[in-house]
């Protein structure tokens, strides 16, 4: 799938993805979904299970505006 079509399809999701094809600079533009939810740790699940595949990992979900912060937590 396109990067623009998984971003449609699993919106305000996190999504692991085995990268098929990048453009000129190493962007992803050609992706093949792995685990998507809106349970960020699912996809970390996920990833621990994922060996010799070149991922990525994000979020289609809005970028917080100017003046907020995130912090995340990962628990190994």
């Not at 990268?19 to 000129?24: F, S, T």
């Not at 093949?32 to 991922?55: E, L, P, Q």
Request: hydrophobic share 30%; charged share 40%; proline share 3%.
């Amino acid at each position: 799938m396109k990067l623009k079509e998984v971003e449609e399809k699993y919106r305000d999701e996190w999504v692991l993805a085995e990268v098929l094809k990048e453009d000129e600079s190493g962007e992803p533009t050609e992706l093949k979904v792995i685990a998507h939810s809106k349970n960020r740790d699912d996809t970390y699940d996920a990833m621990k299970k994922v060996k010799g595949k070149y991922s990525y990992h994000f979020y289609t979900g809005k970028i917080p505006k100017e003046g907020y912060a995130v912090a995340f937590y990962v628990k190994i």
